[in-house]
């Protein structure tokens, strides 16, 4: 398993991929979405649970998420959903993401002026 | 389970966040520890150990607190621009209800005591005629402390420091000190004009009788902040 340290400037903007990617897929609350993330990632992917909400509440401040309250089990939670503008800000940074893991990739595995990383 | 947030919350304030922001999070946080210390404690741990995972795996005080500072979007205004709303907005509002009661004293004056040269003084008035001028004083008395209590309000809230909001309070003071109303018909077209003017006075000694009177105007804003400071104080003392 990886390491569970995590570099904060290298994770910039991980936690919104993730977080729009699971959320355009079905309504989550914070919790669910952390245990998501967790099972998705092999929990290679580990931060303190409770930054999720900081974030949670950015993007819906920026009109890319809603929220509601649901009343679950007697416990009202506070369920968040992607928005159109908050679909196509997924779009736009997963083709940055995919293009940037490539561009990573292709050097580490050497290209016209690289070396394979032994 | 007892949540420890109190530091939180005060930190988060004291940046800044919104009010409604640090209070959304706070419960969500709060939640969430409740779900993982369930999850914990089916794993087959006791209540205290499944509470310190809990608190463990929810992150320090440090990352919660830099993870919503760092999210400037959930400032609140009054912190990204205190000059309007402890400038700007109290005086705006003043306005408004000082709008409102010259519109009452001029309506009333047309409805009420039609032909006399001024509302003021001009005979007795009784039920709602009575009701409806008195209405209009009492918007034009208490809006500067009504106004004044809402900034000593947020304030309050949001744990800012006392420059701006004490300059708001101070500008209050001031009008609510200085203000007159006139209303007069004018000579030639008899037309019934209603207004207002600020002046502390014209002597030495009415200018400090009007600074007297903001003295006490200030008193009163800020007697249910200073009752809130003492409360917290003493709260804190007990602890």
Redesign the interface.
């Known amino acids: 398993m990886l390491p569970r340290e995590t570099n904060p400037n290298f994770m910039n903007g991980v936690p919104e991929l993730l977080i729009l990617t699971l959320l355009a897929q079905r309504e989550m609350y914070g919790y669910e979405i952390v245990q998501a993330i967790r099972s998705r990632t092999s929990a290679a992917i580990a931060v303190g649970e409770g930054v999720v909400y900081p974030v949670l509440h950015g993007l819906e401040r920026d009109g890319a998420l809603v929220s509601r309250r649901k009343a679950v089990g007697g416990r009202s939670r506070i369920y968040y959903s992607t928005t159109q503008f908050g679909v196509r800000r997924l779009a736009g940074l997963s083709e940055s993401w995919i293009h940037l893991a490539e561009a990573i990739r292709g050097i580490l595995k050497g290209g016209q002026y690289g070396h394979p990383v032994q | 389970m007892v949540t420890p947030f109190n530091e939180l919350r005060e930190r988060l304030l004291r940046a800044g966040i919104a009010p409604r922001?640090v209070r959304?999070?706070l419960?969500?946080?709060a939640?969430?520890l409740a779900?993982?210390a369930a999850e914990e404690k089916s794993r087959g741990l006791n209540r205290e150990e499944a509470e310190s995972a809990a608190l463990a795996?929810?992150?320090?005080m440090d990352?919660?607190a830099r993870?919503?500072i760092?999210?400037r979007?959930?400032q609140s205004w009054s912190f990204r621009a205190p000059w309007a709303a402890f400038g700007l907005a109290p005086l705006l509002g003043l306005a408004a209800a000082w709008f409102a009661t010259l519109f009452i004293l001029w309506s009333g004056w047309s409805l009420f005591l039609p032909g006399t040269v001024t509302p003021f003084g001009a005979g007795p008035l009784h039920g709602f005629a009575n009701a409806y001028f008195q209405f209009g004083r009492m918007i034009y008395f208490f809006a500067p402390v009504f106004i004044g209590w809402g900034v000593a309000l947020v304030a309050a809230r949001q744990r800012l420091s006392v420059g701006w909001p004490a300059l708001g309070l101070a500008l209050l003071a001031w009008a609510g000190t200085a203000a007159r109303v006139h209303a007069g018909r004018s000579a030639l077209s008899g037309v019934a004009n209603v207004g207002m003017s600020f002046s502390l006075g014209n002597s030495a000694g009415e200018i400090v009788h009007g600074l007297l009177r903001a003295s006490v105007l200030l008193s009163l804003m800020v007697l249910p902040y200073l009752i809130w400071r003492l409360q917290r104080s003493f709260l804190r003392s007990t602890r």
């Open positions: 922001h959304r999070y419960k969500e946080l939640d969430h779900d993982l795996r929810l992150g320090s990352d919660l993870a919503m760092e999210q979007q959930l």
